[in-house]
């Protein structure tokens, strides 16, 4: 008699096989679900780089963090998020830094299983400079990985945050949390590569980048793409795009656009930057769609995204990237923006897809202010980079490609 294969096993990826087949991803729009380290009024939701890095990030409707919450309180308010997005059936959740039992996360999942929505935990990070409560973070982060291994369709767990103790005993290093408690720049950028291929194994693959043969959108009345040119097509003074501009907020930044062609035809913008000291410049170009001045009452959200390569970037001098959508007195999502942070040293060499759709106007997670006013043709989509110098001094800072820069008005 013939051996009969399993029904089920684990795959290296760490997804399970069932029948010969892999599990469906994890397909749809998210939330974050948080305390302070998720609250969208701070720069350190480290599932901005973590997404950004899988290469297909998803969108991200809405931010739930709320500063100084237990994961009792925050498992709480689920059903109210399940109630309010019925559409949404993915959850990142980053809780217990404040407090948290077994039965508080137990609870959390047996509602998401019922609710029929997907949890990815993420690990609660080092905390404070003393070993008293540490074994606690560790232990937790164990049972929470055992309790997602046995069901990986719905639940999964990354551990984002061991490479960021100081010690064995699991306290804070603080180069990268400062205060003991909240990631830096640099802890983010760790927390997000760590997140990358834990996400990518969940997320659909295919791009949600905007592109046709030509890499060309036009901004026409039928068109759901608002800018105007993706970036990539030159024109315009000094190699620029047309209908894209650069602007620098530093003492004696150089930079050399152009544009540049890979061997398989990928077109992308090329800005070589040196002799920064402490500043930023930015990329940015304002929306004309012809529409926008009929679509602006009914926009919910806009769904920004930019593909970036940092070639050789020299962290100690900056090189840090947001993408944001702003207009003057008010903004979309430049609270949720987009970022890419960089190191404290080292140089860099990455690609990310950055991409931001926070719901507009969205100021936290408890905000209900309506959706404001904005007048026709007065956004902006920018793309940022921040400069630190080097003990005060400029110097060469690196490379950075840009393509595919779209911006999507939705109403959902």
């Given at each position: 008699?013939?051996n009969?294969?399993?029904?089920?096993?684990?795959?290296?990826?760490?997804?399970?096989?069932?029948?010969?087949?892999?599990?469906?991803?994890?397909?749809?729009?998210?939330?974050?679900?948080?305390?302070?380290?998720?609250?969208?009024?701070?720069?350190?939701e480290?599932?901005?780089?973590?997404?950004?890095?899988?290469?297909?990030?998803?969108?991200?409707?809405w931010?739930?963090?709320?500063?100084?919450?237990?994961?009792?309180?925050?498992?709480?308010?689920?059903?109210?998020?399940?109630?309010?997005?019925?559409?949404?059936?993915?959850?990142?959740?980053?809780?217990?830094?404040?407090?948290?039992?077994?039965?508080?996360?137990?609870?959390?999942?047996?509602?998401?299983?019922?609710a029929?929505?997907?949890?990815?935990?993420?690990?609660?990070?080092?905390?404070?400079?003393?070993?008293?409560?540490?074994?606690?973070?560790?232990?937790?982060?164990?049972?929470?990985?055992?309790?997602?291994?046995?069901?990986?369709?719905t639940?999964?767990?990354?551990?984002?945050?061991?490479g960021?103790?100081?010690?064995?005993n699991?306290?804070?290093?603080?180069?990268?949390?400062?205060?003991?408690?909240?990631?830096?720049?640099?802890?983010?950028?760790?927390?997000g590569?760590?997140?990358?291929?834990?996400?990518?194994?969940?997320?659909?693959?295919?791009?949600?980048?905007?592109?046709?043969?030509?890499?060309?959108?036009?901004?026409?009345a039928?068109?759901?793409?608002?800018?105007?040119?993706?970036?990539?097509?030159?024109?315009?003074?000094?190699?620029?795009?047309?209908?894209?501009?650069?602007?620098g907020?530093?003492?004696?930044?150089?930079?050399?656009?152009?544009?540049?062609?890979?061997?398989?035809?990928?077109?992308?913008?090329?800005?070589?930057?040196?002799?920064?000291?402490?500043?930023?410049?930015?990329?940015?170009?304002?929306?004309l769609?012809?529409?926008?001045?009929?679509?602006?009452?009914?926009?919910?959200?806009?769904?920004?995204?930019?593909?970036?390569?940092?070639?050789?970037?020299?962290?100690?001098?900056?090189?840090?990237?947001?993408?944001?959508?702003?207009?003057?007195?008010?903004?979309?999502?430049?609270?949720?923006?987009?970022?890419?942070?960089?190191?404290?040293?080292?140089?860099?060499?990455?690609?990310?897809?950055?991409?931001?759709?926070?719901?507009?106007?969205?100021?936290?997670?408890?905000?209900?202010?309506?959706?404001?006013?904005?007048?026709?043709?007065?956004?902006?989509?920018?793309?940022?980079?921040?400069?630190?110098?080097?003990?005060?001094?400029?110097g060469?800072?690196?490379?950075?490609?840009?393509?595919?820069?779209?911006?999507?008005?939705?109403?959902?």
């Amino acid at each position: 008699m013939p051996n009969l294969a399993a029904s089920s096993f684990a795959a290296s990826s760490g997804q399970r096989i069932t029948r010969g087949r892999a599990p469906a991803p994890w397909a749809g729009d998210w939330i974050t679900l948080g305390d302070s380290l998720t609250d969208i009024l701070y720069s350190i939701e480290s599932t901005r780089y973590g997404f950004a890095r899988s290469l297909v990030p998803p969108r991200v409707i809405w931010n739930a963090g709320i500063q100084s919450e237990g994961a009792g309180s925050i498992g709480a308010r689920l059903p109210a998020l399940v109630a309010a997005f019925p559409s949404v059936k993915n959850y990142a959740v980053r809780a217990g830094t404040n407090g948290g039992t077994e039965a508080d996360f137990t609870a959390m999942i047996d509602f998401s299983l019922s609710a029929g929505v997907r949890l990815m935990f993420l690990a609660l990070p080092p905390r404070g400079s003393g070993a008293t409560a540490v074994s606690t973070f560790v232990a937790r982060n164990a049972w929470l990985a055992a309790r997602c291994a046995a069901n990986p369709s719905t639940l999964r767990f990354i551990d984002d945050s061991a490479g960021l103790a100081a010690d064995a005993n699991y306290n804070a290093n603080v180069a990268f949390a400062p205060d003991y408690i909240h990631q830096n720049a640099f802890g983010v950028y760790l927390q997000g590569e760590a997140q990358r291929a834990g996400m990518a194994a969940v997320l659909p693959t295919t791009s949600p980048l905007i592109a046709d043969a030509n890499d060309v959108y036009p901004a026409n009345a039928g068109s759901n793409q608002w800018v105007q040119n993706p970036l990539m097509l030159g024109g315009g003074a000094g190699a620029f795009p047309d209908g894209w501009a650069w602007e620098g907020f530093g003492p004696n930044v150089v930079y050399t656009p152009s544009v540049l062609i890979d061997p398989d035809g990928t077109r992308w913008l090329r800005m070589h930057v040196t002799n920064a000291t402490a500043g930023y410049g930015v990329i940015k170009t304002q929306l004309l769609h012809p529409a926008i001045a009929a679509d602006m009452a009914t926009v919910k959200r806009f769904d920004c995204m930019v593909e970036m390569r940092r070639i050789g970037v020299d962290a100690a001098r900056g090189g840090s990237a947001v993408a944001r959508l702003w207009t003057s007195g008010n903004q979309f999502a430049s609270a949720g923006a987009a970022i890419a942070p960089v190191p404290a040293s080292g140089i860099i060499t990455d690609r990310a897809v950055l991409r931001t759709a926070s719901q507009r106007d969205q100021a936290n997670s408890a905000s209900t202010a309506a959706p404001a006013a904005v007048a026709a043709n007065s956004l902006k989509l920018t793309i940022s980079l921040s400069f630190t110098g080097a003990a005060g001094t400029g110097g060469e800072v690196g490379t950075f490609d840009f393509r595919c820069a779209s911006v999507r008005g939705s109403n959902t």
